[in-house]
T-cell receptor
Framework: EDQVTQSPEALRLQEGESSSLNCSYTVSGLRGLFWYRQDPGKGPEFLFT???AGEEKEKERLKATLTKKESFLHITAPKPEDSATYLC???????????FGAGTTVTVRA | NAGVTQTPKFQVLKTGQSMTLQCAQDMNHEYMSWYRQDPGMGLRLIHY???????DQGEVPNGYNVSRSTTEDFPLRLLSAAPSQTSVYFC???????????FGNGTRLTVT
């Protein structure tokens, strides 16, 4: 069974204070690892897909990286508008379903 | 395109009542799914469908039914609501393959 564990559960940052979120996974053959952002009262919004170890993707202040066992979401010089819950999910080879982690809630103070 | 539309946004039920949560997508996506989200537990898959007429169970299917008569619609039925079904429910769809899931904005359900 696919498993996804995210840490920490919550992260409080000062504006401009860079940090990283971790997503550890076990899956029988990775087809894709997905990062989502979720704002309160909204559905998750897609950020990135990573397919193979060594791959990196960037969007504004966010950068996602992938190894064979983990993915990291780096937030560089965060702003208050980066405050959200960040979710990680994996899809196994030959499967349609995504398995999600419990998320990391990031709060950025001005 | 409206994307994924869920109705209602909020619902309060009494124990034992039944109801249907509606989900519609206008992106011609083959795959549709229902998740529930509870504090500290993340998104858990209830049921999913890979095309019209095809449905399957996810991680937590008990107490829920689904059907897929058209590509666009994927309703979730609660047969006899229980307080344990108090949650936020999300519908999501995607194309085949490894494309990302597109989510609706959820239905917040309270069962008293």
């Amino acid at each position: 069974e696919d498993q996804v564990t995210q840490s920490p559960e919550a992260l409080r940052l000062q504006e401009g204070e860079s940090s990283s979120l971790n997503c550890s996974y076990t899956v029988s053959g990775l087809r894709g690892l997905f990062w989502y952002r979720q704002d309160p009262g909204k559905g998750p919004e897609f950020l990135f897909t990573l397919y193979s170890a060594g791959e990196e993707k960037e969007k504004e202040r966010l950068k996602a990286t992938l190894t064979k066992k983990e993915s990291f979401l780096h937030i560089t010089a965060p702003k208050p508008e980066d405050s959200a819950t960040y979710l990680c999910a994996v899809q196994a080879q030959g499967d349609y379903k995504l398995s999600f982690g419990a998320g990391t809630t990031v709060t950025v103070r001005a | 395109n409206a994307g994924v539309t869920q109705t209602p946004k909020f619902q309060v039920l009494k124990t034992g009542q039944s109801m249907t949560l509606q989900c519609a997508q206008d992106m011609n996506h083959e795959y549709m799914s229902w998740y529930r989200q509870d504090p500290g537990m993340g998104l858990r898959l209830i049921h999913y469908s890979v095309g019209a007429g095809i449905t399957d169970q996810g991680e937590v299917p008990n107490g829920y039914n689904v059907s897929r008569s058209t590509t666009e619609d994927f309703p979730l039925r609660l047969l006899s609501a229980a307080p344990s079904q108090t949650s936020v429910y999300f519908c999501a769809s995607r194309r085949r393959g490894d494309s990302p899931l597109h989510f609706g904005n959820g239905t917040r359900l309270t069962v008293t």
